[in-house]
């Protein structure tokens, strides 16, 4: 038998069988683009039909999707930012799970619902300005922050906020604050929760955009404020504390619809919040 022709036979059919499968995977891929743009472009002439015009950042959201999530309490992780931060610190536990850490250099406190506080005394001195200090004490300790830090100064006071960002997702109105002073840092303090969120077990994504912003198109039509336009579509979380330790996270639509902002269920297309904030 000719073995090196049976090698270079077999090698050949292999690689036939290769781009076989490569083609329809390509085929597969091709179909599905298809569908989505599809699907996308008939919610937006349904939405047309009403006469809400959507903006490209909005239209980019039509068949986005979201789990609704849990997040577990961390004593453990609660006990290493304390060390981190204040160094060797001795722990009290009070009521309602309200757990404090003292030490030389400060104090911190964490409570129920990702709350918590820090303070140093004397205060801590930045590495580098505000700013970067602020990133890098948090990058260090594991937040991921959701946007560029904003910052609010009055003389020599210097307070920076930072937004948080679960499962690459914003939590609307998590955040947490630095205050500086003309020494260095003086507190920390704000919501912060674990990046280790897990979706509820047996649920399903929530729906995507397109369909509950025809029934929120509706609603609003059918309460006398019609939406005309719809400027910025962001899927993201709403906190819901459920206990001392633990909280769930909502998927909700942060939508800003003629200047207006509004916090919808993605399920029903009901406003679950309206607030007058400005457009971030």
């Given amino acids: 038998m000719n073995w090196p022709r049976v090698k270079w036979l077999l090698i050949a059919m292999l690689l036939a069988g290769n781009f076989l499968l490569l083609g329809l995977y390509v085929q597969r891929r091709v179909d599905a683009d298809r569908s989505v743009r599809q699907e996308s472009a008939a919610m937006e002439n349904l939405l047309a039909g009403q006469g809400v015009t959507l903006s490209p950042e909005a239209r980019a959201g039509l068949l986005l999707s979201a789990p609704r999530l849990y997040v577990r309490r961390d004593d453990e992780r609660e006990g290493l930012l304390a060390a981190l931060w204040l160094g060797s610190a001795e722990r009290t536990e009070q009521g309602g ?112 955009l397109g369909g509950a912003l025809l029934r929120f198109a509706d609603r609003m039509r059918l309460a006398g404020t019609p939406v005309s336009a719809v400027e910025e579509a962001r899927l993201g979380y709403l906190l819901s504390v459920a206990s001392a330790d633990y909280v769930s996270l909502n998927p909700v639509w942060r939508l800003t619809c003629d200047g207006q902002v509004f916090y919808m269920d993605p399920r029903t297309g009901e406003t679950v919040a309206q607030t007058t904030e400005e457009r971030e």
């Fill in 97 to 208: 799970r309200i757990v404090t850490y003292e030490s030389p250099a400060g104090w911190a406190q964490f409570r129920g619902g990702g709350q918590f506080q820090v303070e140093w005394n004397p205060p801590r001195p930045p590495e580098g300005t505000p700013e970067e200090d602020a990133a890098a004490l948090l990058a260090g300790a594991g937040f991921s922050s959701e946007t560029a830090p904003v910052v609010r100064r009055t003389g020599a006071d210097v307070e920076v906020t930072l937004s948080q960002r679960v499962n690459g997702l914003p939590v609307f109105g998590s955040s947490v604050r630095l205050r500086y002073g003309a020494e260095g840092l003086l507190s920390l303090d704000g919501q912060w929760l674990w990046d280790k969120a897990l979706p509820v077990i047996g649920e399903a994504d929530c729906p995507a």
